[in-house]
């Protein structure tokens, strides 16, 4: 039988975009409810009106260390990729070790040997400054890995077609490549983006007030784990959520 | 057109043309065809002076190809894929070149652009992106992009592979219709029965070498056993 001539109404209902959505959101809110409802029964986020200004203040630095994390990495990220590409055969294998250890170090080793290992012995560097290398460092190949699969999405045979036409190397990055390229770029980034939105809570660590260690400020206080994780679950996504929404408009956009 | 090849050879890991000696006068339609890696695709490359050769000479239409960096400015190339910008839309796609690498002005190289779309008959497509139309469709648009330029030799290399075969149709009569404009061609295409009807002189190729040449009329009484073998493949 076909399936879109099925009399089943619950079965039609079930296929409506909007019911499908909203039936798996009441899902997965119904489970949180639930767990959160074995644990305590009195869930009440009134207890963190006292804390508004410090998890603003931490939510504000997770931004601003995200933000710095994403710029610095961009630019190093491109540095790594132009020796990726090196004629020098020893930038060429640095970037390949380096890569290949980063992509073996979780997020979490790294920061803590950055801060507490690295960080000390060049004593003017403080902890957090070390995080967020730590950070940095560790979004880096994968910045590179941006750059790469972007450039390379440019065809040999438009390299051609430039040349033929007479474009001058100005011309041809001003109007054709780099275009193209940002258009590429753009999609992986923003994830790298909310990857590093997500991994800045590590920073916790090291006493850096971003937005996770705020909540662990205030739950020290009041007590309220339950609702001190669930907030900062609810924040991070209220970031991350709009931040792939985006990308995907952006993908779907600009896509070529 | 004249073209005259001497000497010609081209390696790329290994030699893929072989001292190639080719002089034409009088032809303004040349094809030349063979089995995939016979070096026709390389040859045309070299001819439109997308590859420098590795050594030998080449000169067409009294350009020394090699050294002469004006040629350029006289040859349109179709690629196989249709090869236009993908961030561009069909116009800009032409008036882009026109303006940066031709100094025309950005109105009269959008009438430019215009005519050449409409010539093409991609009037109602000329202001969408290239991923955005069919292949046919971009296709006739990358040889609008190349008779935008004015050129005196266009180079077609096998200008339909990329395209099922009733797009393949509807390339090649537009292919066709552009004998019209009196350009000289040089032509890679599989498609024997085109090439009986649109070219002038045929050159045969395989491995590298030209092993028949002549007229279109050596595809229907082939001398060699090579190009006798490969006229019954075709078929």
Redesign the interface.
Known sequence: MNKSDNPNPLTALLQNKIVAYALAFATILAFITFVILRQTGSFSLAVYDPYVALIRNGLLNTIIVSTVALVSSLVIGFIFYLMSISKIQYFRAFTEVFTEIIYGTPLLVLIVISAFVIGPAFNSLDRNTMGYIGLITYMTPYMKNVYKSAISSI?E??Y??M?????TPY?KYR??II??VI?VLMPPMMNNFSQIVKGSALLNVIAYDELFYSIRVAQSQNFAFIEGYMLVWVLYLVITIPLSQLTRTIERRW?? | MKIELNQLSHTYDVEVLHNLELILTEYNAVALIGMSGSGKSTLIRLM???ERPTSGTLKINDYDVTNDPEY??H?G?V?Q?H?L???LTLKRNIT??LE??RNIPLEEAEMIAEANLRLLKLEDQMDK?P?NVSGGQAQRASIARALS?NPDVIFLDEPTSSLDPILTDEVLIAIQELRELGKDFVLVTHVMSFVKKFANYVVFMQEGNIVEKGTPEILDHPETPELKDFMSKVH
């Open positions: 065809s045979e438009q051609l077609a040349d033929l036409f007479g474009f011309q109007y054709i275009p193209q258009r896509s070529l | 439109a002076g997308l350029k400015k040859v190339f690629f894929s090869n910008f993908p961030h882009l070149v940066k690498t992106l991923k330029v």
